[in-house]
């Protein structure tokens, strides 16, 4: 067979491209046989370093135990001796001795509170942190947190209120960190809110068969740059902290946590010198598999803060 001279020159084009493409997929290939021994070489050390994360998040765990009973054996005793010596001997002391030793129960009181928080804190973050589901009326639940929160008002202006939007079934989930969420809501819209009214409010979704509770306070309020971080270990609104009211940053730190641990969520909505509005949705009844939180499931990266609604977030407690 033979070709003219066009035929042969179009056919040895054709070669060239042929051997010019072989060559670049051979290259590609290599390429990419390249890029997958990285990527699983990526994968191991990204597995490794997870796996030593579990591990020091485990030692800090128990550290933080341990710690905590040594903190508080020698506290307990402060506390006990210092109540004791105000019940038998009260009356006989100075009043400036009487006023001091309240001042060193406060303390103590305070401090077992911080141990308290931050053992709570590594217990949620290891994944150690069971929750114990029971049915309980919600709405008692907020009449008994709203008493235990009244001292803390002191002679301030300041009203607690129970708005009730709805009639409400009985609560199944774990009553002790449903009051542990509201305690630290409330005492927070306590402490940042001078005057007006700090209000719980309570209403039921039918729909999803979820419980939403507002927290809603006329306090300071927070800035919307301050709000993105607010939900973070430690994070402290800087408001807060030039009127000097600033605490340790792990109230709502665990109020997120507690409501993710719930199968739940927390928003806010603020603004700056107007008050806030802190909102957890649960649901009434605690499901027995509960989504793993963002910060134990490796799947998930990075913690992120929790859903974020409107501008900003008033201080928590640990503001």
Same mark, same amino acid.
């Not at 209000?199 to 800035?223: K, M, N, Q, Y």
């Not at 802190?278 to 992120?304: K, Q």
């Given at each position: 067979?033979?070709?003219?001279?066009?035929?042969?020159?179009?056919? !040895?084009?054709?070669?060239?491209?042929?051997?010019?493409?072989?060559?670049?997929?051979?290259?590609?290939?290599? +390429?990419?046989?390249?890029?997958?021994?990285?990527?699983?070489?990526?994968?191991?050390?990204? *597995?490794? +370093?997870?796996?030593?994360?579990?591990?020091?998040?485990? @030692?800090?765990?128990?550290?933080?135990?341990?710690?905590? @009973?040594?903190?508080?054996?020698?506290?307990?005793?402060?506390?006990?001796?210092?109540?004791?010596?105000?019940?038998?001997?009260?009356?006989?002391?100075?009043?400036? +001795?009487?006023?001091?030793?309240?001042?060193? *129960?406060?303390?103590?009181?305070?401090?077992?509170?911080?141990?308290?928080?931050?053992?709570?804190?590594?217990?949620?973050?290891?994944?150690?942190?069971?929750?114990?589901?029971?049915?309980?009326?919600?709405?008692?639940?907020?009449?008994?947190?709203? !008493?235990?929160?009244?001292?803390?008002?002191?002679?301030?202006?300041?009203?607690?209120?129970?708005?009730?939007?709805?009639?409400?079934?009985?609560?199944?989930?774990?009553?002790?960190?449903?009051?542990?969420?509201?305690?630290?809501?409330?005492?927070?819209?306590?402490?940042?809110?001078?005057?007006?009214?700090?209000?719980?409010?309570?209403? @039921?979704?039918?729909?999803?068969?979820?419980?939403?509770?507002?927290?809603?306070?006329?306090?300071?309020?927070?800035?919307?740059?301050?709000?993105?971080?607010?939900?973070?270990?430690?994070?402290?609104?800087?408001?807060?902290?030039?009127?000097?009211?600033?605490?340790?940053?792990?109230?709502?730190?665990?109020?997120?946590?507690?409501? @993710?641990?719930?199968?739940?969520?927390?928003?806010?909505?603020? *603004?700056?010198?107007?008050?806030?509005?802190?909102?957890?949705?649960?649901?009434?009844?605690?499901?027995? !598999?509960?989504?793993?939180?963002?910060?134990?499931?490796?799947?998930?990266?990075?913690?992120?803060?929790?859903?974020?609604?409107?501008?900003?977030? !008033?201080?928590?407690?640990?503001?």
């Amino acid at each position: 067979m033979f070709f003219n001279d066009a035929e042969a020159a179009g056919f !040895a084009e054709v070669e060239v491209l042929t051997r010019t493409l072989e060559r670049r997929v051979q290259e590609r290939t290599v +390429q990419l046989s390249d890029a997958n021994r990285e990527l699983a070489a990526k994968r191991v050390e990204l *597995e490794e +370093q997870n796996r030593e994360v579990r591990c020091a998040t485990e @030692h800090k765990s128990a550290f933080l135990a341990s710690m905590s @009973h040594e903190f508080r054996t020698p506290l307990n005793a402060i506390l006990g001796f210092t109540r004791l010596t105000l019940k038998k001997a009260g009356e006989v002391l100075p009043p400036v +001795q009487r006023d001091n030793l309240k001042k060193v *129960e406060k303390s103590a009181v305070d401090l077992l509170g911080i141990i308290s928080d931050v053992l709570d804190l590594s217990k949620v973050e290891a994944g150690k942190l069971t929750v114990r589901p029971e049915a309980f009326a919600l709405t008692d639940l907020v009449d008994e947190v709203l !008493a235990s929160a009244a001292p803390l008002v002191g002679d301030r202006p300041l009203k607690l209120e129970k708005r009730i939007l709805t009639s409400t079934e009985q609560m199944v989930s774990d009553r002790v960190r449903v009051k542990q969420i509201l305690v630290n809501l409330v005492s927070n819209a306590i402490q940042f809110t001078p005057s007006g009214a700090a209000t719980v409010e309570v209403d @039921h979704d039918p729909a999803r068969d979820w419980f939403r509770i507002a927290v809603i306070d006329t306090g300071l309020g927070i800035s919307e740059r301050d709000a993105a971080s607010i939900f973070e270990p430690f994070d402290q609104v800087q408001s807060a902290v030039a009127q000097g009211s600033a605490g340790t940053g792990l109230g709502l730190a665990i109020v997120r946590r507690l409501c @993710h641990l719930l199968g739940g969520t927390v928003t806010l909505r603020s *603004e700056l010198g107007r008050g806030s509005r802190f909102t957890v949705e649960v649901p009434r009844v605690l499901s027995a !598999a509960v989504a793993p939180a963002p910060w134990l499931d490796p799947a998930a990266g990075e913690a992120g803060a929790a859903p974020v609604e409107g501008r900003a977030a !008033a201080a928590d407690g640990g503001v």
